[in-house]
């Protein structure tokens, strides 16, 4: 399913997505090493992509993870992704949001979008009532991502993700 806004639109990686999934991370590497979990040498092959992008297929298709590019309208250039993942049913209904954004990107309001899209999507199209982000406390453009997409502040979960090896 693909969800347009007014500059990007979202969608599902497919197999032809490999070579461009990878070379944004390859070109976002160290950018994201602050941010993001641990990932070993085999993440940045183009077979672990293609497995990966198979992977989320099958979890789409069991309704536990929606994790999608994040493309512009005008180029169709990859310029991140992001997912609703751990996804509750029954009672709770719930979700947890997760995005990262090309560093040459950042600042012009496309994560803003994108998160507006997907919260749009998880409470409209897949019925959640929750949807939860966590944010590394020294990461303000994040929280100010959130912040203007609506989310709040709830607390502070110590040491909660391991991130980088810490």
Sequence with gaps: MRITGERIYLRPFQIT???QKLAFHLANKAFFEGYSMERDDRFYTIEEQQSLISRLEDFAASDVEYY???FLN???ELIGTINLFSILRESLQSAFIGYFL???HNGNGYATEAVQLIVDFGFDILGLHRIE???IPKNERSKQVLL???FHLEGLAVQNVRINGT
């Design 17 to 19: 997505d490999a070579n």
């Design 133 to 135: 982000a966590g944010v």
């Design 148 to 150: 203007k997409a609506g």
């Design 68 to 70: 999608y590019g994040i």
């Design 102 to 104: 090309d560093k040459k």
């Design 74 to 76: 005008d180029t169709d």
